[in-house]
């Protein structure tokens, strides 16, 4: 007993001195007031309205009764010409809402009225090649600072009142291929990041930073074989090396964590996705190659993985692993638990054990998935061996055809988990590709082994569909289907409301129990952003960011036809009720 | 999404639903010249082509770019261009769009593949000038490896080749999958030379400019590695030519450049430029 209570008696000790050290520096969120994002309605502080990313808010002033009525309350352009896909989550804070755009901008809009009161814009080298569109996700806030990663993968702090910059740290080195686009996570004063990057030979990670400095105080590689750190010293190798890898390859791996993650306060965990391994022909590194294509929930204290699952085993199809693990609590089996969910971009929604990443369940949340047919017992894919991919130099001409696309059943979009209806609401895409051996490439000059691929729709009326899905069944309950593939995030709110945008423009709001759709807004360009809601003045407020762009103009292929007449933007949206 | 550098289809399928509409009016031979000017894009990081060597830019492709603005009588503006996906992709950003993030694109881009289906897909360019013949060759320690033997002959032995390039897929993928465990990477094909010559590998398959530059900057210590001169069993790539790209409306630009190119074949220039790198000049098939 001695131990836990004069750790706790310590606890209130630093506590104090911390709240004795405060009017020394600019007042802000605290930690404390980001773990408890999810319950303060009147702001939004983190990535996710919470750490655990419920993207839930227990207001109901806007509710199906009356959401029909909502109105815009005012709207602000992001300006220039750099109006390119604009995914970001906005923070709002004090008056003020805090949003990302495209090529690494930052700006400050005033909560009332709409307008700017700073801005500041990344200068950007032009030798970084952002494989998918030049977008951010979003921004975290901790004391007086506004914090956000750039597409040279560089972090950078700001003076959240007057936009100066207090540090700029560089993550990695955009030389060599590394960029960063998520949103930033701050736990108990650290901020956590992924990495991205597209070049071979980018390895992912994650990194803790002191959130005053942005000194890096932990580092942990995800690819087997590579040593972590803590404090500037080894911190033990991530796996065991060449258990799933043959020959070097583990040392150009990849598993880039490019969505960023999520935090558990229940178990102080942390979760994050990795992507997919390197090179992208499967048959040229047999095994499962850990840890791509995984979940890792890792100690928020020293940066050592906890316990992992993989998603998919031997990735061949780029799905990559990254989507948010989502903590919930549910009752399974008559037995009450501790769970966490995925919407994997290979089609199958987990559900895990989140204290110790046991498998529950897998079920498919899109219409069709060509890998594989179902999960076994042990969490392992029934996989379909014709489904995968051809091997280099083999079947020349010959296609295969795959699906979901390796754009995925869900990509980056998150989606949200209402804690009234226990059911979580998954932005989801049907659609396939053919793939074959492309014998006339080029890269960098000199004749390569590519693949070449098209992305094809499988249903007549739709490609995007936003699915209830409830944990505890597997079962879809109900679903929304979109012309377009949907590409944004989803929120869900107290007032029985779900919210997502579509890139036809419009931010929509459903009935969290029928699905029915209930009101729509047209915004000018593709909506591929996250919606928030917050209190102000009494009123319930609910914002959205609209600008067409990300991976899917770029890589549609015939699918682009739902899509052609999407023009560009950059705006961000704000809504309320009439009064 | 790692692997995008994986693919090059999507590039193609961006091209060709016109998402990324043209920009700038062409650059052809009477604006140049007026100009004084001429913009060579090369590769940013491709020894031997091109490459940065105490603060300055060297290489054949370099040395190529200042000998053609010589005699268009202009000053060459040589900027280096970092590689995409693929070079369908290289020609967006380097000759008829730009970069994303601001790169300007040149009059002329350097090493691009001069291929009939690749220039078919990328109507938005010319691609003129083939100046080279590309191929991939072995070189290794005679005493250390069985230049001419099989391949399954190397296991056990030290190979070296460049991360994600056709060498690197040859050695770790065929046979098998038995000489995987043997392969070390290397990030680009003159690297992979240097582990040779440098005593940390016994063998190396890469292009043969690289593998000739390679020994001849070695000297000495390159004594003992050989080339195989017999064909790779199973080996895909039959080699390929190099050329130029001009903006598809810069023709008159691209007829210049290849008379000069043709010149410097035929008057004993361009073997001379090759030699100074100990690369020996083979001519492209398609210069006939």
Redo the contacts between chains.
């Keep these: 007993m001695k131990g836990p209570i004069m750790r706790a008696l310590s606890g209130v000790a630093a506590m104090t001195l911390a709240m004795g050290a405060a009017p020394l520096v600019a007042q802000g969120p605290t930690d404390a007031d980001l773990m408890n994002d999810a319950k303060s309605t009147g702001d939004v502080l983190t990535y996710g309205m919470g750490p655990q990313a419920h993207r839930f808010s227990t207001l109901n002033a806007i509710n199906s009764g009356n959401v029909s009525k909502m109105v815009p309350a005012f709207s602000a352009s992001l300006g220039g010409e750099k109006q390119r896909g604009q995914e970001a989550q906005p923070i709002v804070y004090d008056g003020i809402i805090y949003v990302t755009g495209s090529y690494s901008r930052l700006f400050a809009f005033d909560a009332r009225t709409g307008e700017e009161k700073w801005q500041y814009d990344a200068r950007l080298p032009d030798g970084i090649m952002p494989c998918c569109d030049v977008v951010n996700r979003g921004a975290a806030i901790h004391g007086d600072k506004i914090i956000f990663a750039t597409l040279d993968a560089r972090l950078v702090a700001l003076n959240r009142l007057t936009g100066k910059v207090i540090w700029n740290k560089q993550i990695a080195d955009y030389k060599e291929g590394y960029s960063a686009t998520a949103a930033p996570l701050i736990v108990r004063g650290m901020v956590i990041t992924g990495n991205s990057g597209g070049e071979f030979g980018v390895v992912g990670a994650v990194d803790a930073r002191d959130v005053n400095t942005g000194e890096l105080i932990w580092h942990r590689p995800v690819i087997e074989g590579h040593m972590g750190t803590l404090k500037g010293q080894d911190n033990g190798v991530t796996g065991k090396l060449n258990a799933t890898w043959q020959g070097d390859l583990w040392k150009s791996g990849g598993g880039a964590t490019w969505l960023g993650g999520t935090y558990d306060p229940d178990t102080n965990l942390l979760f994050f996705g990795t992507g997919n391994p390197a090179p992208w022909n499967s048959h040229l590194r047999p095994g499962d190659n850990l840890y791509t294509a995984s979940t890792l929930a890792i100690d928020p204290e020293t940066g050592v993985i906890k316990w992992h699952y993989q998603t998919t085993p031997h990735d061949g199809w780029d799905f990559d692993g990254v989507n948010e693990f989502i903590p919930f609590d549910a009752t399974i089996n008559g037995k009450p638990m501790k769970l966490g969910a995925k919407a994997d971009r290979n089609g199958y929604f987990f559900v895990l054990d989140r204290t110790n990443g046991k498998f529950i369940s897998a079920n498919k949340f899109v219409m069709q998935t060509t890998w594989a047919n179902g999960f076994n017992k042990a969490g392992k894919p029934n996989v379909i061996p014709e489904g995968r991919p051809p091997a280099p130099g083999e079947g020349k001409g010959k296609s295969v055809f795959a699906s979901p696309s390796f754009l995925g059943g869900k990509n980056w979009m998150p989606m949200a988990y209402s804690q009234d209806t226990g059911l979580f609401y998954i932005p989801s895409n049907d659609w396939g590709m053919d793939i074959w051996n492309e014998p006339i490439a080029y890269k960098k000059g000199a004749a390569y082994l590519g693949a070449g691929f098209t992305i094809k729709s499988i249903a007549e009326d739709h490609i995007g569909a936003l699915r209830a899905m409830d944990p505890k069944t597997g079962k879809i309950v109900w679903e929304y289907k979109n012309k377009a593939p949907l590409w944004g995030g989803v929120l869900s709110t107290g007032g029985n409301l779900v919210f997502t945008g579509t890139p036809e423009g419009y931010l929509k709001a459903f009935d969290a129990k029928t699905g029915q759709e209930l009101w729509k807004f047209q915004t000018g360009s593709g909506v591929v952003g996250s919606p928030v809601t917050w209190e102000q003045d009494g009123e319930q407020y609910v914002a959205v960011m609209s600008g067409w762009g990300g991976a899917v103009p770029l890589w549609g292929g015939e699918v682009a036809k739902s899509f052609k007449d999407i023009n560009q933007g950059g705006a961000l949206w704000v809504f309320k009720l009439p009064k | 999404?790692?692997?995008?550098?994986?693919?090059?289809?999507?590039a193609g399928?961006?091209l060709a639903?016109g998402?990324l509409p043209g920009r700038s009016e062409a650059a052809p031979l009477a604006k140049v010249k007026a100009l004084g000017t001429l913009r060579v894009v090369v590769?940013?990081d491709?020894r031997p082509?091109s490459w940065e060597e105490g603060g300055k830019l060297v290489g054949l492709d370099v040395d190529l770019a200042q000998a053609i603005a010589g005699k268009l009588g202009v000053r060459a503006d040589v900027a280096e261009l970092?590689?995409?996906?693929?070079?369908?992709d290289?020609l967006r950003n380097g000759v008829w769009k730009g970069?994303?993030?601001?790169?300007t694109p040149g009059d002329v881009m350097l090493?691009?593949?001069f291929?009939r289906?690749?220039a078919a897909r990328n109507d938005q360019v010319a691609i003129v000038a083939p100046y080279y013949r590309?191929s991939f060759a072995l070189a290794g320690l005679g005493g250390a490896v069985p230049l001419e033997g099989m391949p399954t002959e190397w296991r056990g032995r030290r190979l070296a080749a460049e991360?994600?390039?056709?060498p690197?897929?040859y050695l770790?993928?065929?046979f098998g999958?038995v000489l995987?465990?043997?392969?070390?990477?290397y990030?680009t094909g003159s690297a992979a030379v240097d582990a040779v010559t440098g005593g940390k590998a016994d063998a190396v398959l890469a292009?043969r400019a690289q593998i000739e530059e390679g020994l001849h900057r070695a000297g000495e210590r390159a004594s003992r590695i050989a080339l195989r001169k017999g064909p790779l069993p199973?080996f895909?790539?039959p080699?390929?030519d190099?050329g130029m790209a001009v903006k598809e409306n810069s023709r008159t630009l691209g007829d210049a450049v290849e008379e000069i190119t043709t010149t410097m074949a035929t008057n004993g220039e361009m073997k001379a430029l090759f030699a100074r790198y100990g690369v020996t000049w083979t001519p492209a098939n398609a210069a006939g």
């Design positions: 999404m790692l692997s995008r550098r994986a693919w090059m289809g999507g399928a961006a639903l998402l590769y940013k491709n082509w970092v590689a995409d996906e693929s070079a369908d290289d970069g994303l993030l601001g790169f090493h691009v593949p291929d289906s690749f590309e991360l994600d390039s056709i690197d897929f770790i993928g065929s999958g995987t465990k043997d392969v070390a990477h990030p292009s199973a895909t790539s080699g390929w190099i």
